[in-house]
């Protein structure tokens, strides 16, 4: 069931005091919008101390400009109620913050439209663009009978473009916004010049001429593909990516991926919010792919999708997660398999070299964990790790473009032959540890890439790779358990005597 706002800001009143109402006691319904927003440090928000008050009369006269422009807005539009969410929920009240945020798909899904302040900066910033005043003239476009059949405006007036206002803008640096873009049926993005509007079937702009109106079937960036995706109830990538010459690497799954990894790049406020800011997508792709969402991953596509890098500025940030999971830690996220678009090609075919994946608790409502211990049945090795400050690559499976390049060798432990590369989610492990001494650790293979079958076919052009794809696990003396410290790439045949073992991870 739907969930329908718990309090909404009703800007048209009989008595024309603009206030907060409540929905389950005031007897509210209908149709409201919402704003999609940055967070400044002296904005009003709704606490309990100042709840009553606000269901009295909102102080307008301490609103930043760009919530009085909102509240215009929504009345020239036509409609009564707009949904902000530091007015609607109160904002120190755990409870309400946990119950309101659990129902973020239903708010932004229905509500009829969403004014997105994609340049407001700072409280003294209008929502409306600037408009500077310009000249224009007006050309017919004629037949060859001499019929006008259009005409051509000549302008001096310069627009800002949708890149620059809406991919490039304040909001797309914002965590919790890209959700809020995703969820929304229909949003207008107020711009540095002119207005934008974008739904999932076409984006239209202020010159855009509506009897010509272009539909834009693919996507500019991986929140426009999240919302083509959406509206067809069909998540497969819109340009298939392959992992090899014939064989394609993409699932249903990819545009989840693609979508963490984007979102991994943007800023919180708070970095506990990690999983929390993008809640309500997570169950929005839940009931479309009929899977269970669990610390950010699926349960089905489990093996693939502890196949992360992290690109780590600084000293890393630890998490209250699982090891396992990418919210465990903060940085900018490279899924491996499928391939996303941040990751190395895949050259060959792959299967998965694990099995009997089996969470060992319970989850909440919010798909969170009590302990987050994983259990699965699959090869393993003993290997050592040494920094490796120079990777070298071959042509044809090149590292250039990823976010981190491998930091460092995997030795065997017996010869102490390096047999692949590894990324550490935190470097500052090796940074301390002897590079005559490599570091022990144990390497689990979740994937395997063996080469295409030839079938008499002439040689490829490309290289074709065997390859085991690995997470790194350290050994927990105090339960037997292992935790994930890095991902590693080893040669196949590092893995020909291993054995099938199950194993804990937290």
């Known amino acids: 069931m739907n969930h329908y706002p718990t309090r909404l800001i009703d800007v048209d009143p009989k008595d024309g005091s603009i206030r907060l109402v409540t929905s389950t006691t005031e007897g509210v319904s209908g149709e409201y919008l ?23 009369k909102l102080p307008l006269e301490k609103f930043s400009q760009w919530f009085r422009d909102a509240i215009e807005i929504t009345r020239q539009l036509g409609f009564r109620f707009i949904w902000i969410d530091a007015l609607c929920i109160i904002q120190d009240s755990p409870f309400d913050l946990q119950n309101e945020c659990s129902h973020m798909k239903d708010i932004y899904r229905q509500c009829s439209v969403m004014l997105a302040a994609d340049c407001v900066e700072n409280s003294k910033d209008s929502l409306y663009p600037i408009r500077p005043e310009y000249r224009a003239t007006s050309l017919p476009f004629r037949e060859a009978n001499g019929q006008q059949a259009s005409h051509w405006i000549l302008s001096n007036r310069e627009l800002s473009s949708f890149d620059s206002d809406v991919n490039l803008g304040v909001l797309s640096s914002r965590g919790w916004t890209l959700q809020e873009r995703i969820l929304a049926p229909r949003i207008f993005h107020f711009g540095k010049a002119q207005v934008h509007w974008e739904c999932p079937n076409s984006i239209w702009w202020e010159r855009t001429d509506f009897k010509y109106a272009f539909y834009t079937p693919f996507g500019l960036d991986e929140a426009r593909n999240a919302m083509i995706g959406i509206n067809r109830k069909n998540l497969q990538t819109i340009f298939p990516r392959k992992t090899a010459e014939t064989a394609e690497g993409c699932t249903r799954f990819t545009i989840w991926y693609d979508l963490v990894s984007g979102y991994s790049c943007r800023q919180l406020t708070l970095p506990e919010d990690r999983l929390t800011a993008i809640s309500g997508l997570a169950d929005l792709f839940a009931q479309i792919l009929q899977d269970q969402h669990i610390w ?211």
């Open 296 to 506: 950010g991953l699926w349960r089905r596509d489990m093996p693939a999708g502890l196949l992360w890098t992290v690109q780590v500025t600084g000293i890393p940030r630890r998490l209250a997660a699982p090891s396992w999971s990418w919210v465990s830690i903060t940085g900018e996220l490279t899924f491996h398999i499928p391939r996303t678009m941040w990751g190395r090609p895949i050259r060959g075919l792959l299967r998965t070299a694990c099995e009997e994946f089996v969470l060992e608790d319970s989850a909440n409502h919010q798909h969170i964990y009590s302990n987050g211990k994983l259990s699965c049945h699959c090869p393993i090795i003993k290997v050592r790790l040494s920094v490796h400050k120079g990777i070298e690559e071959d042509d044809e499976y090149p590292y250039e473009h990823l976010r981190q390049q491998p930091n460092a060798k995997v030795h065997e432990v017996s010869s102490g032959q390096i047999v692949g590369n590894a990324t550490l989610d935190d470097d500052t492990l090796l940074r301390t540890q002897c590079s005559s001494l490599p570091m022990p650790s144990h390497a689990a293979m979740l994937y395997c890439q063996t080469p295409l079958p030839d079938h008499g076919q002439r040689k490829r052009h490309r290289k074709q790779v065997s390859l085991s794809y690995c997470v790194l696990l350290r050994p927990l003396i105090e339960n037997g358990s292992f935790e994930r410290f890095g991902y590693a790439e080893i040669q196949l045949k590092a893995f020909f005597e291993a054995k099938m073992t199950r194993i804990s991870i937290i």
């Open 34 to 56: 919402t704003l999609s927003h940055r967070w400044t440090s002296n904005m009003v928000m709704t606490t309990r101390q100042c709840l009553e008050a606000h269901q009295i």
